[in-house]
């Protein structure tokens, strides 16, 4: 699998510059796992031919890939800990209102992000991210939680789920 974190030489400064801008961020508002995933999204964005990231200001693309990370795990719900607003992302990045959206809005239309994503479903929430575990089985769409182990394993191995639940269980006990 190639490492999510792997940013193009003449990218490393910008990535450097727009992941301690999120890095602080998550620590101060969210938590490291948020900060993980957003790193994660920077690094893809560099890798990305051309690059957005290298037109406008760091702080815009750093409040754009944190709405995005939020977005997907529904870090706007106060019932969620931890939680933010954009309120919050736009005055700790000093930018428009309206600019965490928009630079979000672009991010996930260039990626085609949805609500819900598994791929940049914080690890925490996996078990709850029904669209994870959605698979085809014989032209039906099933929950691959409620498969026999067998058809788990062969769908991990496939890379269609991101774990096996029953494993995930026992590490939990």
């Known amino acids: 699998m190639k490492d999510p974190y792997s940013v193009p030489k003449t990218m490393q400064e910008k990535y450097a510059t727009i992941t301690a801008l999120t890095d602080a961020f998550c620590q101060a508002k969210l938590n490291e796992e948020y900060g993980d995933m957003c790193r994660q999204l920077t690094a893809h964005l560099c890798r990305k031919r051309p690059s957005p990231?290298?037109?406008?200001?760091?702080?815009?693309?750093?409040?754009?890939?944190?709405?995005?990370?939020?977005?997907?795990?529904?870090?706007?719900?106060?019932?969620?800990?931890?939680?933010?607003?954009?309120?919050?992302?736009?005055?700790?990045?000093?930018?428009?209102?309206?600019?965490?959206?928009?630079?979000?809005?672009?991010i996930r239309d260039l990626l085609g992000i949805g609500l819900m994503e598994p791929r940049w479903t914080l690890p925490s929430r996996m078990g709850r991210n029904p669209m994870a575990?959605?698979?085809?089985?014989?032209?039906?769409?099933?929950?691959?939680?409620?498969?026999p182990r067998y058809m788990q394993e062969i769908a991990y191995d496939k890379g269609l789920i991101p774990y096996i639940p029953a494993d995930r269980q026992q590490e939990d006990e």
């Open 53 to 106: 990231l290298l037109s406008g200001r760091a702080n815009g693309w750093a409040a754009g890939i944190v709405h995005v990370i939020g977005t997907v795990n529904f870090a706007f719900d106060r019932s969620q800990t931890p939680h933010t607003s954009v309120p919050d992302i736009s005055d700790y990045f000093g930018v428009g209102k309206s600019s965490p959206a928009s630079k979000s809005k672009e």
């Open 133 to 147: 575990w959605y698979i085809t089985v014989d032209g039906l769409i099933m929950d691959a939680r409620s498969l």
